[in-house]
Each structure stands twice: as C-alpha cells, then as structure tokens.
C-alpha cells in the first residue's frame, strides 16, 4: 500500500466535500430555471415552432457527451503519467455519466428530428459521430467492468481511452467526408450572425451551466463512491491478514 | 402550461426521457454510494476495535 | 524478427491454427448476403462493395481471437517481453503474420466473391487495390485489441465490441473507395485516406499495443 493511495484521496474528498455542496445548488439551480424558463417562457420559433424548446436539453446533453471524454481523456493521461490512483478513479466515475448524456442527446435528437426532418433517425454526420461516441463509452465502461486488478484496469481503459480519442476523432472526418447531413451547423458559435437568437439564448446557456456543474458534482460524487470501495477492499484484506 | 401546437408529444416525451433518465443515474448513484460509504464505516469501526496495527 | 515471423506462420497454417477459418468465412458471409436481400442482380451489384468489405472487416476480426491468447497461455509472450527484441517489434511481427495468413487470402479471395455478386466489371481493381491498403490497418488494430484484453477469461466477445468502434474510419474509407471505383467515379480521395490510416496504425499502434500488453503480463 503505497502513501498515494492514503494521502492524496484524503486530500481529494476533503476538497470534494468543500465544492460539492455549491455544484449541486448550482447544477440544481440552472437546470432547474434554464428548463421552466425554456418550457414556460419562450417565444416558439419561426420556423420550427414549439419543438424548439427540446433544445435546452438536447444541446447541454451533446456538450456533456463530448466534454465527459475528452475529461476522460485528459484524466486518463494524468494517471498515465503521474499514475494519480483518483485520476483513472474519475475517469471510471465520469463514463457512465457521460454515456447518459450520449443517450439523452441521442434520444431528443431521433424525438426532434421526427416531426422537423420527417425521420426518427438518419445517417447524418452529426448523428453517426455520436452514435460513435455511444460505442466507445461502452467499450471503455465494459473494459473497466471486465478485469480484477484495479490498476491493470486503470492502465487498460487509459490506453483505449487515448487511442479510442484518435479513432473516435478520425471516425469524426471520416463520417463528415461520407455523408451530407441534415443536421443544422453548430448551434454554439463564436460568430454573432450564426447564432441563435438571444430569447432562446439565456435559458440556454444557463441549462448548460446547470448541466455541467450536475456533471461535477456527480463526478465527484461518484469518485468519491469509487474511493470507498477502494479504501474497504484494501481494509478487508488487511482485516483478513490479521486474524 | 404553454401551447406547443403539434409540437405538443414530442417535446412532452423528449422532456420526460430526459429528465427520468437523469433521475435514474442519480438514484443509481446515490444508491452505489451510499452502500459503498456505509461498508467502508463499517470495516473501518472493525478495524479500529480490533486495535491499530 | 524473422525467426519469430516464420514461426507465427507456421503456426497459423498448421492444423487448427485457424489458418483459412478465415476464409471459410468470408465465404460463407457471402453466399448468405443473397439469400438475405434477394437474387436480383442490381441489388447486388450496389451492395456488393459495401458486403465485401463488411466481410472481409468480419472474418479478420474472428482471427482476432487466436493471435496472442496461445503465447499468453503457454508464456511465449513473457519470453517475448524480456528478450532483446523489442515487444513493439514483436507485435508488428505478429501482426503482420495475421495479416499475411488471413488479410492476404481475404484480398485475393475478394473477386472471385465479388462474381458471386455480380460486382460490376469496373470495380474488381478498386476493390483488391482497397483491400490491399486497408487490411494492414485492420491487423493492427486488431492485434491492439487483442492485447488489451489478453488477459481476460472469455474476452473475445469484449474484443469484439473493443475493436469494432475502432475499425469505423478504416471501413468507411475503405468501403467508400470501392464504392467509388465500381460506380466509376473518382476513387482516389478515400484511397489516400485509407493508406493514410494504415500507414498511421502501423507507425503508432505496436506502441500502445506493446503498453497494454506490458501492464497485462507484468
């Protein structure tokens, strides 16, 4: 048993605790007022009328999807390097969330695109890059789930997290270069006259607010899950030793 | 409850999809941590009445 | 290199290395696609890059299996790790002893099946030329799937769901370029692209193939 595996989570919950409590109120506050103030409060669209209110949901959801990788991602590089064991434990906690979010997003897509496109589904770049996305969220949660040794497990999911990121990125390009989408252009755009108008604006970004912070806290939350499991299971044989 | 014409099943399913998917992974959460946190109390009371060492 | 590239053949081709297994296949899947879809020759004719693919993509997967579990079983793999070739190379080697005894048969079996369904005359060069330039990619990536799950009881069906994500740009290049050729029209694009990734897994892959597999046997 090495000091790390004491000394740094120790560090990790007591900062966990001290954020937490701020990230739920947070999460709570902007999902909960971004989506009644989008549901209630918004003018309907020109052009697509009410279903423009499944925004506030399905673009907070698409971002989370994307971010909870490359979270991944970057956690899984810290624990290659610095072999910090909460850093592959927040990537493990951070991939079934992260899968949610792809389905959501998938979900609210297929419903939308229903009564905008005329079709539950269609091999749009957009759609098939997330469909994508959804294989490799399982792929990564099934490696982690099928081997015993924790820190094997760590190593392993962090490799095919970092090749499965150029694949999945490549798969990105590939599937731009094979398929014309319907899918309209990015709804988050730096550019001014591109960008959805203000009204649906505000109630949005603060549903994405809100959907990020929900993404933290559960995040810590769940590391924190996966931290007491370690802890027990490194108690237990310790117990057993000892008798 | 505002109008939302024809519009009015899909945003109601996609809102309600969403929101008891999310509730299901908060649940499923809470519900793993909370049986995690209890058992590492547990073993760590045993331990320490079984004297540090 | 040489030495242990003439005995992983030698191996493969022996009975019940799964030498052919392969092909048999790739066969197979082909015969079925008709019975599935319908007799008619357009149809098939469309289909038939896409198929090809798809079962060459398939039956190198189900290879996938046998390429690295026996040296892990019988520990030619821990010999492997501590002796002064480097396990990078080794794992080229290797799969480029899969590619030989299961890409290579399934690129000169690809027109032949390609009658079978009725693939247009146009499309034979492009199909074997795609196949040629995508099928090293799909032997590397499958021995990098293959070593992150080496170490798992029963990890084929993991392997499976591991690799395949994995092979979606290779295929979508791959199967666009024959598309492309069989329909005459400009084939090239995807072509590069395909040799691109080839070139790309197996200059970066025997690397992260070679980590996995030091922290599964270590």
């Given at each position: ?223 924190g899950t996966?931290i007491a499991l370690r802890r027990t299971k490194a108690l237990a ?7 | ?32 941590g909370r049986k995690a946190r209890t058992a590492l109390r547990r073993i760590e009371e045993e331990t ?6 | ?218």
């Open positions: 048993m090495s000091l790390w595996e004491y000394a740094n989570p120790v560090k990790f919950l007591a900062l966990s605790a001290k954020v937490q409590p701020f990230a739920w109120a947070v999460a709570a506050i902007g999902i909960g007022v971004g989506l009644i103030w989008g549901f209630f409060f918004t003018p309907d669209d020109f052009r697509q009328g009410a279903s423009i209110k499944i925004i506030y949901i399905h673009v907070p959801s698409a971002w989370i999807a994307v971010n909870a990788w490359m979270m991944m991602l970057v956690a899984s590089l810290i624990w290659l390097v610095r072999r910090h064991h909460v850093s592959a434990l927040a990537a493990r906690a951070a991939a079934p969330v992260g899968l949610v979010m792809t389905v959501i997003g998938l979900l609210t897509g297929a419903i939308w695109g229903q009564p905008i496109w005329g079709t539950w589904w269609a091999w749009d770049p957009r759609l098939t890059s997330f469909l994508i996305l959804f294989l490799f969220y399982l792929g990564y949660i099934a490696l982690w789930e099928a081997i015993e040794d924790p820190d094997t497990a760590a190593d392993l999911t962090a490799i095919l997290c970092l090749v499965g990121s150029v694949f999945a990125l490549m798969s990105r390009y590939a599937v731009l270069f094979w398929s014309q989408g319907l899918h309209q252009g990015a709804t988050l755009s730096l550019d001014k006259e591109e960008n959805i108008s203000d009204v649906f604006w505000q109630p949005l970004v603060l549903s994405i607010v809100g959907f990020t912070l929900l993404f933290i806290a559960l995040v810590l939350y769940r590391t996966e044989v310790r117990l057993e030793r000892d008798v | 409850m505002p109008d939302l014409g024809k519009y009015t099943e899909y945003v109601l399913l996609s809102y309600g999809l969403s929101i008891g998917l999310l509730v299901v992974l908060l649940a499923l959460t809470l519900r793993r320490s009445r079984n004297g540090k060492n | 290199m040489t030495a242990l590239l003439i005995r992983d053949l030698r191996l493969a081709i022996r009975a019940g290395g799964g030498f052919g297994l392969g092909l048999a296949f790739f066969l197979i899947l082909v015969v079925l696609v008709p019975f599935s879809v319908g007799p008619q020759s357009a149809l098939l004719a469309s289909i038939a890059p896409g198929v090809l693919w798809l079962g060459a993509l398939l039956a190198c997967l189900l290879s996938l299996d046998r390429l690295l579990a026996l040296d892990f079983e019988d520990g030619t793999l821990d010999v492997l790790a501590t002796a002064p070739l480097p396990l990078e190379a080794a794992l080229a080697v290797k799969a480029l002893a899969h590619w030989i005894t299961t890409g290579l048969p399934l690129v000169l079996a690809a027109p032949v099946l390609g009658i079978l369904l009725s693939l247009p005359a146009g499309g034979y060069g492009w199909l074997v030329l795609s196949l040629l330039l995508g099928t090293p990619a799909l032997s590397m990536i499958g021995t990098f799937g293959a070593a992150l799950t080496v170490g798992i009881k029963r990890g084929g069906l993991l392997m499976s769901l591991l690799v395949l994500p994995l092979y979606v740009p290779t295929l979508i290049f791959g199967a666009e370029a024959a598309r492309r050729g069989a329909a005459l029209m400009d084939a090239q694009t995807p072509l590069v692209l395909l040799a691109g990734i080839s070139l790309g897994a197996v200059a970066l892959l025997p690397f992260a193939a070679a980590a996995a597999l030091r922290m599964t046997i270590r």
